[in-house]
Structure formats: structure tokens, C-alpha cells
């Protein structure tokens, strides 16, 4: 069975953060890549522009639909049975299934999902972004994400990747799993994860029954679940691989 893995939005991995020898945007996964590998799954790793193990960074920022296409040309090269995504890969995958992906029989495994974020309620200051000029209004969040909060996610990339960080984070797509069958669709959550909190998708579908049997939470587990929880993760993905390998 072939898997097409989508890493998440982790900074370490941004280029020029990496040695020589790194190329691998799972490389702090090693014992979640090992333990698939060694399970007989092949596995298709590639890097989202700006990461290491990438090619050209390119020009403009991406939003939704640049990774709808990323996703879509390795699945038509590629041909995978299922498609893995941990945090912002599984937003993409999401996104992809819902645009691209309705006809075929690809599964989907979400690992601590960046599908919905909680935000506090806005403040006077987003108020403002309706009275400063762009470029003032620009300059003033690059200092406040850089030099205030150190956003690491902003700080640290280069140009494309700060500005499409900023319309990553925008991205909300937990109301596309209504439109993707639920048997091609598994979801796993860490308990206290606080960056992806679980209970927002739970809540968003707690009235659908056949979209809440495919949350799975891990008691204990945090965001990093790949690391933390690895056993316990792997149990969950082979056990749905293998009751809808002929499905």
C-alpha cells in the first residue's frame, strides 16, 4: 500500500535551518517513519516549497489553492492508496479530498489536524488594519511577529514563507469533512492538544454520528502524538487501513 505523506508547518524544517545532509521534513519523526516502513507501507515524502527537501521557492505566496494543486499532481503522478497529513497536512489533505478527490477511493488519515483554531475575540487593535496604509500596516506586523510575540513560524522563514504563514493560519476547513464520505476519512486527535484542540471538530459534528465514529482520541497526548503516543497512532492507522483496504 502506497501513502502520501504531508509534513506540517514546523519551522526547524524551513530551509536554510537545515545541516547538508537533511532533506527530510520528517527527520524528527523517525520512529513513526520507521514504524510505517517496517509495516511493508510505501511511502512518498515530499516537502512543501520553502521547506528542506524542496526545490524553487516560488515568488508569490500560496494560499488554498496552490496546495489543493501541490497535493493534486503528486496524487496523479503517484497514484496513492491513502494520504497521511500531520497538522497543516492534514489541512491539505482535507482541502484536497474536498476539491479533487470526491471521485476516487483515496483515504484520507488526519493526524492532529490543523482543520479549525480557537482565537480570542478581536480586539480594537484589528480595527485598525481598516485606517493604516498597507505598507505601514505591513511593516507594523512584521515587527510585532518578529521582535514582540517571536512568532518562530514568521521570524524565521524567508519572504514566501512569512507571507503565506499568514494566509495559512487563516484557513479554516473542518465544514469541508461534510462533503467527504466518512468511511475514507480517520482523524486523530491528542487529547490536550492546544494548538488543534479536538473538542472544535467534535462540537462542529457532535449531531453526525458517522463523522464523530471516525475522531479517535489519544488519552494524554498533546500535538505531537507522532513522537509521543507513535504505538498507540500506528495501532489506529493500520487497524483503518486495514478494514478499508477493499472498500
Known amino acids: 500500500m502506497k501513502i502520501l505523506l504531508l509534513h506540517g508547518w514546523g519551522y526547524k524544517n524551513y530551509k536554510g535551518q537545515e545541516n547538508a545532509n537533511e532533506r527530510n521534513p520528517w527527520r524528527n519523526k523517525a520512529k513513526f517513519i520507521d514504524q510505517l516502513t517496517e509495516l511493508g507501507y510505501e511511502l512518498l515524502i515530499p516537502s512543501f516549497p520553502g521547506?528542506?527537501?524542496?526545490?524553487?521557492?516560488?515568488?508569490?505566496?500560496?494560499?488554498?489553492?496552490?496546495?489543493?494543486?501541490?497535493?493534486?499532481?503528486?496524487?496523479?503522478?503517484?497514484?496513492?492508496?491513502?494520504i497521511l497529513g500531520n497538522s497543516f497536512g492534514g489541512a491539505v489533505a482535507v482541502m484536497w479530498k474536498k476539491e479533487m478527490g470526491q471521485k476516487n477511493d483515496i483515504?484520507?488519515?488526519?493526524?492532529?489536524?490543523?482543520?479549525?483554531?480557537?482565537?480570542?475575540k478581536k480586539s480594537i487593535s484589528s480595527r485598525i488594519t481598516t485606517i493604516?496604509?498597507?505598507?505601514?500596516?505591513?511593516?507594523?506586523?512584521?515587527?510585532?511577529?518578529?521582535y514582540v510575540i517571536k512568532n518562530p513560524y514568521y521570524k524565521f522563514g524567508n519572504n514566501f514563507l512569512k507571507k503565506t504563514y499568514l494566509n495559512i493560519v487563516k484557513i479554516k476547513c473542518g465544514k469541508y469533512l461534510e462533503k467527504i464520505k466518512p468511511d475514507q476519512t480517520l482523524i486523530i486527535f491528542g487529547e490536550n492538544d492546544t494548538a488543534t484542540p479536538p473538542s472544535i471538530i467534535q462540537s462542529m459534528f457532535k449531531n453526525n454520528i458517522e463523522i464523530s465514529e471516525r475522531i479517535?482520541?489519544?488519552?494524554?497526548?498533546?500535538?505531537?502524538?507522532?513522537?509521543?503516543h507513535t504505538e498507540e497512532l500506528i495501532g489506529f492507522i493500520k487497524t483503518y487501513l486495514d478494514e478499508t483496504q477493499n472498500k
Not at 500560496?62 to 496546495?67: F, L, N, P, R
Not at 483515504?107 to 480570542?120: C, F, N, Q
Open 132 to 146: 493604516l496604509p498597507n505598507f505601514l500596516l505591513n511593516f507594523l506586523r512584521d515587527i510585532y511577529l518578529c
Open 216 to 228: 479517535k482520541i489519544i488519552k494524554g497526548g498533546d500535538h505531537d502524538i507522532v513522537n509521543t
Open 107 to 120: 483515504k484520507i488519515i488526519l493526524v492532529s489536524p490543523a482543520l479549525e483554531r480557537g482565537y480570542a
Open 51 to 82: 521547506f528542506i527537501g524542496s526545490q524553487d521557492t516560488p515568488i508569490k505566496p500560496w494560499g488554498e489553492k496552490e496546495y489543493v494543486l501541490f497535493c493534486e499532481n503528486i496524487v496523479r503522478k503517484e497514484q496513492p492508496d491513502a
